[in-house]
C-alpha cells in the first residue's frame, strides 16, 4: 500500500515537471517567433543579419510542439515511454553543447543558467518515470 502511495506521489511530481518544462519551452518557442530582434539584442550589441533573425523564428517554430510533447508525455508517461527517451536524449544533448559552448568561449556561463536547470529538471522527471516503470 506504501509503494503505491509513493508511485502516486512521484507521478505527481514527474507531471508538475513536464508541465513546467513545456510551459518553459512554448515561452522561449513563443518569444523567438515573436522578438528575436530583443533577445538578440540581449546578447550581442552587433548588428545581426537578417538570416539569424529568421533562424531563430524557426528555431521558435519548432520548440513549441517539443513543448507540446512534453505535455502528451505528462498526461499518460508509461504510454508514451519511447517519447521519454527522445527527451532524454535530448537534454543530454543540449547540456552538453551548452557546456561545449562556454568551454570553447563562444557563449557565457551565465546564459547556460536559462536553460540547464530546465534541462536538469526534466531528466530528473523521465528518471522518477524509469524507476515507477521497473
Same mark, same amino acid.
Given at each position: 500500500? %506504501?509503494?503505491?502511495?509513493?508511485?502516486c506521489?512521484s507521478?505527481?511530481?514527474f507531471?508538475?515537471?513536464?508541465?513546467?518544462?513545456?510551459?518553459?519551452?512554448?515561452?522561449m518557442?513563443?518569444?523567438?517567433?515573436?522578438?528575436?530582434?530583443?533577445?538578440i %539584442?540581449?546578447?550581442s550589441?552587433?548588428n545581426v543579419n537578417?538570416?539569424?533573425i529568421?533562424?531563430l523564428?524557426?528555431?521558435?517554430?519548432?520548440?513549441?510542439? @517539443?513543448s507540446?510533447?512534453y505535455?502528451?508525455?505528462?498526461?499518460?508517461?508509461?504510454?508514451r515511454? /519511447?517519447?521519454l527517451?527522445? #527527451?532524454?536524449?535530448?537534454?543530454v544533448?543540449?547540456?552538453?553543447?551548452?557546456?561545449?559552448?562556454? #568551454?570553447?568561449g563562444?557563449y557565457?556561463?551565465?546564459?547556460?543558467? @536559462?536553460?540547464?536547470?530546465?534541462e536538469?529538471?526534466s531528466?530528473?522527471?523521465?528518471?522518477?518515470? /524509469?524507476?515507477?516503470?521497473?
Amino acid at each position: 500500500m %506504501r509503494e503505491r502511495k509513493n508511485n502516486c506521489t512521484s507521478t505527481v511530481i514527474f507531471k508538475t515537471i513536464f508541465f513546467i518544462c513545456a510551459l518553459y519551452f512554448f515561452i522561449m518557442g513563443a518569444a523567438l517567433i515573436s522578438f528575436p530582434h530583443l533577445i538578440i %539584442r540581449g546578447v550581442s550589441e552587433n548588428n545581426v543579419n537578417p538570416t539569424i533573425i529568421g533562424m531563430l523564428r524557426g528555431a521558435g517554430g519548432s520548440i513549441i510542439p @517539443y513543448s507540446l510533447l512534453y505535455i502528451l508525455i505528462a498526461l499518460n508517461p508509461f504510454k508514451r515511454m /519511447w517519447a521519454l527517451i527522445i #527527451i532524454f536524449i535530448a537534454n543530454v544533448t543540449a547540456i552538453v553543447l551548452d557546456i561545449g559552448s562556454v #568551454i570553447i568561449g563562444e557563449y557565457k556561463s551565465s546564459y547556460t543558467m @536559462y536553460d540547464i536547470p530546465i534541462e536538469i529538471l526534466s531528466i530528473i522527471g523521465i528518471i522518477i518515470i /524509469w524507476k515507477i516503470a521497473k
